[in-house]
T-cell receptor, first 113, second 112 residues
Framework: SQTIHQWPATLVQPVGSPLSLECTVE??????LYWYRQAAGRGLQLLFY??????ISSEVPQNLSASRPQDRQFILSSKKLLLSDSGFYLC????????????FGPGTRLTVT | KNEVEQSPQNLTAQEGEFITINCSYS?????LHWLQQHPGGGIVSLFM???GKKKHGRLIATINIQEKHSSLHITASHPRDSAVYIC??????????????FGEGTQLTVNP
């Protein structure tokens, strides 16, 4: 069966510090991968998605970047965090070439102080 | 105006009540999803619809493509149903990546 992991689960970082959130998927090959952010009291916002290794599409210009160094690994990064980067970050995957559902990781709650 | 709008934003019910959450969208879609977000943040998929109606246990989801509207019903609600329910759509123009557009969610609280 497929499993999606995210870490860390919670993170408190000062403004201006770097960020690296990691997501890995097990039990499937060639997934589509997604990074979402959910600000407090708001809906899910798609930040990045990837259809393959090294292929990253950015949905919203911002202080963040994403990379996919391996087929089942998706990394969200920032060189210098802003207060507005606080939120709940979710990684998800879906089966490529299908209109099927997305499967979400447990999320990382980031607080920038 | 958001492409996906949900109503109500917040809903409080007594245990056993029949609950309806509505979702309206403004774009042509190939699929509509209903998701449940637990208080800890985890999200699970409840339904994926492209037409008609689906039922799973006490949950029923319907969609009317012509009216661009979907409803999620919960029969015999229980406190464990308390969660945020999210509607999401996949546009017909989405040719790769399976990107979804999300509503802002409906916070449901079921009191014992």
């Amino acid at each position: 069966s497929q499993t999606i992991h995210q870490w860390p689960a919670t993170l408190v970082q000062p403004v201006g510090s770097p960020l690296s959130l990691e997501c890995t998927v097990e039990g499937t090959s060639n997934p589509n991968l997604y990074w979402y952010r959910q600000a407090a009291g708001r809906g899910l916002q798609l930040l990045f998605y990837s259809v393959g290794i090294g292929q990253i599409s950015s949905e919203v210009p911002q202080n963040l970047s994403a990379s996919r160094p391996q087929d089942r690994q998706f990394i969200l990064s920032s060189k210098k965090l802003l207060l507005s980067d606080s939120g709940f970050y979710l990684c998800a995957w879906s089966i490529r070439l299908e209109t099927g559902e997305q499967y979400f990781g447990p999320g990382t709650r980031l607080t920038v102080t | 105006k958001n492409e996906v709008e949900q109503s109500p934003q917040n809903l409080t019910a007594q245990e056993g009540e029949f609950i309806t959450i509505n979702c309206s969208y403004s774009v042509g879609i190939s699929a509509l999803h209903w998701l449940q977000q637990h208080p800890g943040g985890g999200i699970v998929s409840l339904f994926m619809l492209s037409s008609g109606k689906k039922k799973h246990g006490r949950l029923i989801a319907t969609i009317n493509i012509q009216e661009k509207h979907s409803s999620l019903h919960i029969t015999a609600s229980h406190p464990r149903d308390s969660a945020v329910y999210i509607c999401a759509v996949r546009s017909v123009e989405e040719t790769s990546g399976s990107r979804l557009t999300f509503g802002e969610g409906t916070q449901l609280t079921v009191n014992p």
